[in-house]
């Protein structure tokens, strides 16, 4: 049986008198990889930031591993969207990585010294091992996105959120990417927000469309509906979402078997 | 050059400059990275309130100016938190109503009043040795704070998003950081003057930014800079005879300006050179 670790019911959340999320819920189960689509403003990034505790619901709850949002945040590893932020601060990788370790309640200046050799370990994981020592601004966005990673990591997180990682990484970085997420969910859970259709129905398990309200798809499949419901089209023509494949249109195939 | 250390104000000036560039080192880093120079400028010249009210009520210049100062510090930095996008021009008008507070108490002091101007652009020569060991034990102070805290200082400053999630507790540090940063300033415009004071800030760390590959190397960098900036500064005014606080900054800024032109030049002539590609460990 597959313990919830994430438990969304029936949240509504909204500012300046603007509902954002209407009655949400979902279940995020151990060993999930759950891709979280929909439209820009449509409520993702807002649920993260609910899931995160760094907003409260005007009503219903949010309880990660029995416990409420706010007091668990340190059970989720978090990657956000901005890669490109603050390039110019004075610190490496593995500086950022053993962030990831930082508790209130121990408290000295230096790491130990098996805080570092585990922030070594997970960036080795992420293949940026050798950028230990250099300076953030140094690393490409890809590299930069995996030391964040890393440090959403070193956390020992039991979900993962990822916030449109592949956001300003080229297509070979994205397939490559996605291969990654797909070996590190044997062991994590992982919820990604992303608008890459393409890359995430190949590799995930579930899909999650979150326009205002939420649906749970348990299948990896994108459907054509799904895709108008998310992203309608509104004129003949000039379809935001163009996904030609094999053929079909609309419909994003989860094998290439050669067909 | 030497024969002017046989003079304890010379001395003590000395001192007080070496204690001002660590004090300025370790915040002025904070500050830098941060991106609070105008706040930190707003409690400079709203400090000008404080040093008037001292006067007019008889206080001592450290009871009264940092009360003061403390509490405009206070405001800003409520507001900076709360309505980041009015922060700035809160802070203006703190900075301007502060520093003609300041002028109107002075004229409202009858008697003697003492020359404003060493205010202005500090008395280095004239630090009695009593604040120097205020300035010792305020620099202990922030040495304490900023190791104790490390950790959450640069989380705060680098990811403060992340360092919620962390459970780190912004607010109150972000407070803290604030009125030490009022005790920083307050203390250091005895020495470079209240229209000085952002120089020696923010002029020591901009230079090492580019270098340090850690915030505790920056504060290093920025101190031992700012020292040697005191040093050729002190010099200069004994030998040419002319204000200290003033060529001290003066000799931070030509510091500055050549290191801009330098490392443009190289900056520059490497990109016009051949590429070198760097390691990348990209999978085909």
């Known amino acids: 049986m597959q313990d919830t670790i994430v438990e969304i019911k029936n949240v509504w959340f909204g500012y300046n008198g603007q509902t954002v999320l209407q009655d949400v819920s979902l279940d995020i189960r151990q060993g999930d990889f759950i891709a979280m689509i ?81 922030a070594l370990e997970v960036l080795e994981r992420m293949e940026v091992a050798a950028y230990a020592s250099s300076k953030i601004g140094e690393l490409s966005g890809g590299q930069r996105q995996r030391v964040f990673i890393a440090r959403a990591l070193v956390t020992q997180p039991k979900v993962l959120l990822l916030d449109e990682p592949t956001a300003s990484i080229d297509p070979k970085g994205q397939a490559e990417f996605y291969r990654l997420l797909k070996e590190l969910n044997k062991d994590i859970t992982i919820l990604v927000v ?48 163009e996904l030609v494949a094999h053929g079909l249109p609309h419909r994003v195939l989860k094998y290439h078997k050669g067909q | 050059m030497f024969d002017a250390l046989q003079y304890e104000f010379m001395r003590n000036a000395l001192v007080a400059g070496l204690l001002a560039s660590v004090i300025c080192g370790i915040m002025g880093t904070l500050v830098v990275v941060n991106r609070i120079v105008f706040l930190s400028g707003g409690i400079a010249h709203a400090a000008y309130g404080g040093i008037g009210l001292s006067f007019f009520l008889g206080w001592p210049y450290l009871v009264g100016t940092l009360g003061f100062s403390f509490t405009a510090a206070m405001v800003m930095a409520a507001v900076s938190l709360k309505a980041k996008h009015r922060a700035d021009t809160i802070i203006g008008v703190i ?111 901009f230079m090492v930014e580019k270098y340090a590959k850690s915030l505790f190397q920056m504060m290093m960098g920025s101190s031992l800079l700012g020292a040697v900036f005191t040093i050729c500064g002190l010099w200069l005014s004994y030998a040419f005879d002319l204000t200290s606080g003033a060529s001290i900054v003066l000799v931070a800024g030509i510091a500055f300006l050549f290191f801009f032109l330098v490392d443009h030049l190289i900056v520059s002539r490497r990109h016009n050179s051949k590429y070198v590609p760097t390691a990348n460990p990209k999978r085909s």
Not at chain 1, 80 to 88: L, M, T
Not at chain 1, 200 to 227: P, Y
């Open chain 1, 38 to 118: 929909g439209p820009n403003g449509g409520g993702k990034t807002t649920l993260l930031k609910l899931m995160l505790g760094l907003l409260k619901p005007a009503s219903g709850s949010i309880r990660i591993l029995g416990s409420a949002a706010q007091n668990a945040s340190h059970h989720i590893g978090y990657v956000s969207q901005d890669v490109h932020i603050n390039r110019s601060f004075p610190i490496t990788a593995v500086d950022i990585v053993l962030m990831g370790k930082l508790e209130p309640a121990k408290r000295w200046a230096r790491s130990s010294a098996r805080d570092r050799r585990e």
């Open chain 1, 194 to 241: 992303s608008h890459d259709l393409v890359a995430i129905s190949t590799h995930v398990k579930s899909v999650a469309c979150v326009n205002k309200r939420l649906h749970h798809h348990h299948q990896a499949e994108i459907t054509g509906e799904m895709l108008e419901e998310m992203y309608p089209c509104v004129e003949e023509g000039t379809c935001p979402v």
């Open chain 2, 95 to 205: 900075w301007a109503v502060g520093m003609a507070c300041g002028i109107i108490l002075l004229d409202l002091t009858p008697g003697y009043n003492v020359d404003l101007m060493s205010y202005l652009f500090g008395s280095i020569l004239t630090v009695p040795q009593a604040d120097l060991w205020i300035m010792l034990i305020v620099g202990a102070l922030i040495a304490g704070f900023v190791i104790y805290f490390y950790k959450d200082l640069l989380a705060i400053s680098y990811d403060e998003e992340f360092a919620r999630i962390r459970g780190v507790p912004i607010r109150a540090l972000y407070f803290a950081l604030i009125g030490l940063l009022a005790v920083t300033i307050v203390m250091v415009i005895q020495v470079v003057g209240l229209i000085l004071v952002i120089a020696l800030l923010t002029i020591p760390p």
